[in-house]
């Protein structure tokens, strides 16, 4: 119960801010705050706190127990401090270490879900046709048990303390809900440096706008070592989902969508109409524009 009111009260103060957030530097101006499937997010605001995430704790948290005690260590005070050259390090150094290479795993283990047959549900996340900071969880919970896991696993088992990884995943939760918010920051400079909602946007995008592009949790710079870069300086993501992998739109439906033997062709539901995505002069794609917007287009392309 305790747990069910702090939802609420987290809700209540998210959604203070990046509606505020959302209305003063929106991404796509026209997008509604409250679309037809916010019902169903906030539905997973209380499933993927209260379910999911208890699902990741519980096998990661086995994982880890079992990968330790193949390597003859223990998930106890030794786990918890670290263990061998990592942990003889700096605290800074260790920190940085593990966002860097977490990034790297998380980088790897997103692609796979895009490039295999995981794809379905992790479909499930991608399957918001009008993307905001509400539907930063709608995640399938296979999808974010193996994502955990296979984070976890790797860092506890290469020495990493256990309660510095127990606040670096909440932490990308969190920053995970700023990613997805309508706004249309880049951080400018820093857009090879760290993941801005621009960059992340464009992830997830259908697939003739830029699907599969920008994997990294929070280093851009990650998706550019690996080709994957994808942030065109004169536009902006105009259109959501997934129009080859047709996914319910129904909480129990997406739950099961994963496990069923029929497939669901592109055909079969209309795309959602896109509103316009307006940008700042003289940055916009217009009439005489397009076609150094398309140079500059194929040259961000070479560059990621």
Known sequence: MVQVLGIFIALAGLSAVFYALERIFPSLPDQRSWRRDSRLDVLYWFWTPLATRAMSKAVAGTGVAVALAVLGRHVGLEGMRGFGPIARQPQGLIVLEMFLL????GYWS?????????????????SSRQLDWLSAVRVHPVNDV?????????????????????????????YAILLHANVSWSF?????????????????????QGLDKNFAPLFPFVDLAFGTFYMPRLRRPERFGTTTTIVP????????FPFRKQSYRADAFPAAPAPAAPCAPPRCRRGDDHEQAAASDHAERVVG
């Open 102 to 105: 977490g990034d790297v795993i």
């Open 110 to 126: 997103h692609r796979v879900f895009h490039h295999s047959l995981l794809w379905n549900f992790h479909a499930v996340h991608h």
């Open 146 to 174: 193996l994502s955990k896991l296979a984070l976890a696993v790797p860092l506890a088992c290469l020495g990493f303390p256990l309660n510095a990884l127990a606040g670096y995943v909440p932490f990308l939760t969190f």
């Open 188 to 208: 400018g400079p820093l857009r090879y440096v760290i993941a801005s909602p621009l960059f992340h946007r464009w992830h997830h995008t259908t697939e003739e």
């Open 249 to 256: 739109e129904t909480f129990i439906g997406q739950l099961t």
